[in-house]
């Protein structure tokens, strides 16, 4: 419930939003079919962490994109 229908930039700090990576990272997934990276990435707390990330877009029986999953390992 915490983060369901919410921007994916939150779990970015400002600095990588202002930049546009969380839409680069969303553009790459959906024209590769995976995007996967590692980064900094923040805590419901905002506090930051280093992650892999992969992400992997979520399509439905006639091929319409409907989400993305995300898979974080704090490494």
Known sequence: D???GRYYGMFHPPEDCQAGLPER???VAQ???RFTGEGWRLK???SRYWARVTLTPARDEEGTLRGFTKVVQDI
């Open 2 to 4: 915490e983060v369901m």
């Open 25 to 27: 990272e969303l553009e």
């Open 31 to 33: 024209a590769e079919g």
């Open 44 to 46: 419901s707390d905002g």
